[in-house]
């Protein structure tokens, strides 16, 4: 596994984004932009997941490859149409191999773009679920950073993704993928934005703009499954993954 920078221009970026007929009103965060340059431009070898950052130099993406920087630009530099070969700075594209094995026990520093959301029926921000679950019970209505974090930590420890609010990995033999202390992680951002989706429902395709949570977590963590942690880096956390959110980015923890 690769991780890969890619500098992009917001403005080019926009440009291929309405020739492909992409809302640019419902997009407020490029995910969906960004999703289409990919697949169209690098199709299999897209980096995913992946996250946008805006600097001083403009937007990069950040993600997770199976290959290499020079095996994604000659496939792009072969096969990309010309208005998506100028939204990237070919020459600039970086990348370096992440390692194949983790020592478990192991203690990082990580932080995560992350919505959210569970899909019980429809997908809704979890935080709301939460809400209306305490206030059919009369229970004191939980803190909306206890019922992300809580989400976060249950979504990472678990091996496999689900559908649900929380992934219940309790009484199950396996060990479970990382460990957290409470004290060392944190909700340090929190926005509502909305996003652009593809509504596949009853028969017909078509594109809308939803609100949905982007919250950014940051802490440490220690390994206890060094083969599913590969799998974790690879497959992201949580829901909308092919569209900026879930990527698991790394940094030595504390002394």
């Known amino acids: 596994m690769f991780m890969i920078d890619m500098h992009l221009d917001p403005a080019k970026l926009m440009r291929f984004a309405h020739i492909q007929g992409h809302p640019l009103a419902l997009d407020e965060d490029f995910g969906y932009a960004a999703h289409a340059w990919l697949t ?8 995913q997941p992946f996250r946008l950052f805006e ?4 937007l990069h993406l950040l993600g997770y490859a199976r290959y290499g920087a020079r095996e994604i630009c000659d496939h792009a530099h072969t096969f990309a149409e010309p208005v998506a070969m100028e939204v990237c700075r070919w020459a600039s594209v970086a990348g370096k191999s992440m390692p ?7 203690r990082v520093g990580f932080e995560i773009r992350a919505c959210p959301v569970s899909r019980k029926g429809r997908e809704r921000d979890v935080f709301l679920s939460a809400l209306d679950r305490a206030k059919a019970s009369g229970a004191t209505p939980p803190s909306r950073e206890k019922v992300y974090l809580d989400w976060l930590v249950q979504r990472m420890k678990a091996a496999t993704e689900s559908d649900g609010d929380f992934v219940d990995v309790s009484g199950e033999s396996h060990e479970p993928v990382v460990e957290f202390l409470p004290s060392q992680i944190s909700m340090v951002g929190f926005r509502r934005v909305k996003v652009l989706r593809r509504d596949r429902g009853r028969g017909h395709s078509n594109k809308r703009g939803i609100e949905r949570p982007d919250v950014i977590f940051s802490g440490e963590l220690f ?3 060094s083969k599913e942690f ?26």
């Open 40 to 47: 169209a431009t690098l199709g299999d070898l897209a980096p």
């Open 55 to 58: 600097r001083r130099d403009g």
């Open 100 to 106: 194949d094995n983790w020592t478990n026990g192991r």
């Open 223 to 225: 390994i206890r499954d």
């Open 230 to 255: 590969s799998g974790l880096l690879k497959r992201g956390v949580g829901r909308h993954r092919a569209f900026g959110f879930g990527m698991l980015l790394l940094r030595p923890p504390a002394r």
